[in-house]
């Protein structure tokens, strides 16, 4: 089936650094979201963008739709200790009907050394 | 607002028991799925229910049942458990935008 390919799959920062991390697919996808999962705890959507060559932000994340519609990145400035957990995108493909089924990437595992 | 409640939160089956995973949403939302995660599997689709009444199979639904038993309400079953459906489980509710609100999920470990 679809996948989106997320990366990097791990990474370990300094407390006041920034944040990328991407994800790409073969196809197109109507809908990229973002979502946070801390430990222990379901995974919380964090941005959601609806069409291509968007930029949105909440507070000091910003994420983007790519403009062929095959990719997003989700950027974190001046990173601090409570962003520490797994950052998941999902995309909502074309074909995806009533049921809205989401494609998940794999996660990208953040630590932030305080 | 409670928005998704998964129950149990935890739970220590044996090879052969049964069990229910039940999950209850309080939005009035349409959509109700049930994930797994595994580590370095992220998120696969169980089931899915699209609206009250209807229930269909996602990527990984061998092993497994559901139940839509009204709007609010969508519960998993574990008919046999086997060792390899040790995993975390998640609820998760859609209405009219396309993010979902996942529960806290429910730890489950077979023996």
């Known amino acids: 089936g679809q996948q989106l390919n997320q990366s990097p799959q791990s990474m370990f920062i300094q407390e006041g650094e920034d944040v990328s991390m991407n994800c790409t697919s073969s196809?197109?996808?109507?809908?990229w979201l973002w979502y946070k999962q801390d430990p222990g705890e379901g995974p919380v959507l964090l941005i959601a963008l609806y069409k291509a060559g968007e930029l949105t932000s909440n507070g000091r994340l910003t994420a983007q739709f790519g403009i062929t519609r095959k990719d997003s990145f989700l950027n974190i400035s001046a990173s601090i200790p409570s962003d520490v957990g797994i950052y998941f995108c999902a995309g909502l493909p074309p074909n995806a009907g009533n049921n809205r089924k989401l494609i998940w990437g794999l996660g990208t595992s953040l630590g932030v050394n305080p | 607002n409670a928005g998704v409640t998964q129950t149990p939160k935890f739970q220590v089956l044996k090879t052969g028991q049964s069990m229910t995973l039940q999950c209850a949403q309080d939005m009035n939302h349409n959509s109700m799925y049930w994930y797994r995660q595994d580590p370095g599997m992220g998120l696969r689709l169980i089931y899915y229910s699209a609206s009250e009444g209807t229930t269909d199979k996602g990527e990984v639904p061998n092993g497994y049942n559901v139940s839509r038993l009204n709007k609010r309400e969508f519960s998993l079953r574990l008919e046999s458990a086997a060792p390899s459906q040790t995993s975390v489980y998640f609820c998760?509710?859609?209405?009219?935008?396309?993010?979902?609100?996942f529960g806290s999920g429910t730890r489950l470990t077979v023996v």
């Open positions: 196809s197109i996808f109507n809908t």
């Open positions: 998760a509710s859609r209405g009219g935008s396309y993010g979902y609100t």
